[in-house]
């Protein structure tokens, strides 16, 4: 099984779970250059706030380095905030199956001080 096999396979076991759940979820993407996170309604259909190293808000914080952690925790706190502006405090975390540290972490750990509860 190689590597993205391995993360979608940890991403459907987590995504379920969520489901099971039933709160909003908090999701997170991230390539190489970019991270990206949405916050997703219950049923998945509906995007209640989006952030993106892609953003030129984000981009002009973290002065064009887009790939590193301080501009993952930026996102975070971007996120946070658009999110409690829809209303919505309670997240549940999907991190795609990504593994938990580095930049993860960081957007995950920005997003909890910012006034997310997951």
Do not use: P, W
Not at 45 to 70: E, F
């Amino acid at each position: 099984m190689d590597k993205r096999a391995s993360r979608l396979k940890r991403a459907l076991r987590q995504r379920s779970k969520i489901k099971q759940l039933g709160v909003n979820r908090l999701t997170v993407h991230k390539t190489s250059q970019h991270i990206y996170a949405q916050v997703l309604s219950t049923d998945g259909k509906t995007t209640l706030a989006s952030a993106a190293t892609t953003q030129a808000d984000v981009k002009s914080a973290v002065n064009n380095k887009t790939g590193n952690i301080a501009a993952a925790s930026e996102v975070g706190k971007k996120i946070a905030q658009k999110a409690i502006e829809a209303g919505v405090t309670v997240v549940a975390f999907d991190r795609s199956g990504f593994k938990y540290h580095g930049r993860v972490k960081a957007l995950a750990d920005a997003a909890r001080e910012a006034g997310l509860k997951f």
